[in-house]
């Protein structure tokens, strides 16, 4: 099995920074998009930023020059430099990555993190 762990989330003042982590772990033969997503209270879900395996980057609109999402390969780990915070950042992230799981045949399918929570206070 395949298994995302994310940290990192916590409580900060407006114009703070935070950094967050997502490991994935299990029978994995490679990774292709990784991504961080939130949902704040009442809001549907929405991505942030997304990587490809060679490092191409996208962003939304709301964070681009704030956040910076890099990626490790060989940890297979993905994180996400959150600077510049503001309140409307306030929401659980999500990291998601497409996984190709070791297997004859391997398989190919979209995986998600438990959620950490980020909360900006004004």
């Known amino acids: 099995q395949v298994q995302l762990v994310e940290s990192g989330g916590g409580l900060v003042q407006t114009g703070g920074s935070l950094r967050l982590s997502c490991a994935a772990s299990?029978?994995?033969?490679?990774?292709?998009?990784m991504g961080w997503y939130r949902q704040a209270p009442g809001k549907q879900r929405e991505l942030v930023a997304a990587?490809?395996?060679?490092?191409?980057?996208n962003y939304a609109d709301s964070v681009k020059g704030r956040f910076t999402i890099s990626r490790d390969n060989a940890k297979n780990t993905v994180y996400l430099q959150m600077n510049s915070l503001k309140p409307e950042d306030t929401a659980v992230y999500y990291c998601?990555?497409?996984?190709?799981?070791?297997?004859?045949?391997?398989?190919?399918?979209?995986?998600w993190g438990q959620g950490t929570q980020v909360l900006v206070s004004s």
């Open positions: 990587i490809t395996s060679g490092g191409s980057t």
């Open positions: 299990g029978s994995i033969s490679s990774i292709n998009a």
């Open positions: 998601a990555a497409v996984i190709v799981v070791a297997g004859t045949p391997p398989s190919v399918s979209d995986y």
